[in-house]
């Protein structure tokens, strides 16, 4: 990945980087720098979500690796042939995706899990630039509300136009589909805002949509 799209050493928002700090003082053994974008780097699918978590892609630099919110997002990914096993617990387990590529609209660990505006703004350049190494054809996913707002931003589109709701489905230029989805969080997984069915759904359409 470019440094156009991702930069380890980036400390452009103060909150963030002291929080790092603070972290990596705590728990010494984490990887507590930003999380690089992992997967095939000419995907067609690009999932896209909020930020890494603390316990994590924080600790262990991979996204959705070792946190709750990765079980179902790489059983899914796995029972849909974007991925060659159903779970991520290290760096070194052995995973790898397939014509997919999971990045984040923050890419570092924000307190309490809620990053500022002016942060997803400060690192939305290295998404819009990852958006257009996109093929024509692709298909991005955003995983909540906060990413699927990143992207149209990215985009340089209106959000007026492209209203967030669970599996809404937007056609971009390049003939690119764009797919909302219910962030596989903790919270929204175990109150059902979010059954696997729902999520499911999700990639069986990205799947036909690629296919």
């Given at each position: 990945m470019n440094k156009n799209c991702f930069d380890l050493a980036c400390r452009r928002c103060d909150r963030l980087s002291d929080f790092l700090d603070d972290v990596k003082v705590k728990y010494p053994e984490y990887h507590a720098r930003p999380v690089a974008p992992f997967g095939d780097k000419n995907a067609k699918l690009l999932v896209v979500g909020l930020a890494p978590g603390m316990h994590g892609a924080n600790a262990t630099g991979r996204p959705f690796t070792g946190d709750f919110a990765g079980i179902l997002l790489y059983e899914t990914l796995f029972k849909f042939g974007f991925s060659n096993q159903s779970e991520s617990t290290d760096r070194k387990d052995g995973l790898e995706l397939i014509?997919?590529?999971?990045?984040?609209?923050?890419?570092?660990?924000?307190?309490?899990?809620?990053p500022l505006t002016s942060e997803v703004n400060e690192c939305n350049t290295f998404l819009e630039n990852e958006l257009k190494l996109l093929k024509q054809g692709s298909v991005i996913i955003a995983l909540g509300g906060i990413a699927h707002k990143a992207v149209i931003k990215a985009m340089q589109l209106r959000q007026s136009d492209f209203k967030f709701a669970h599996n809404a489905q937007f056609k971009l230029e390049n003939d690119i589909t764009f797919i909302s989805s219910y962030h596989c969080s903790r919270y929204n997984t175990q109150t059902k805002r979010l059954t696997p069915k729902m999520f499911h759904a999700v990639f069986k359409k990205a799947q036909t949509l690629l296919n």
């Open positions: 014509n997919c590529r999971i990045t984040n609209a923050v890419k570092c660990l924000p307190p309490e899990n809620k």
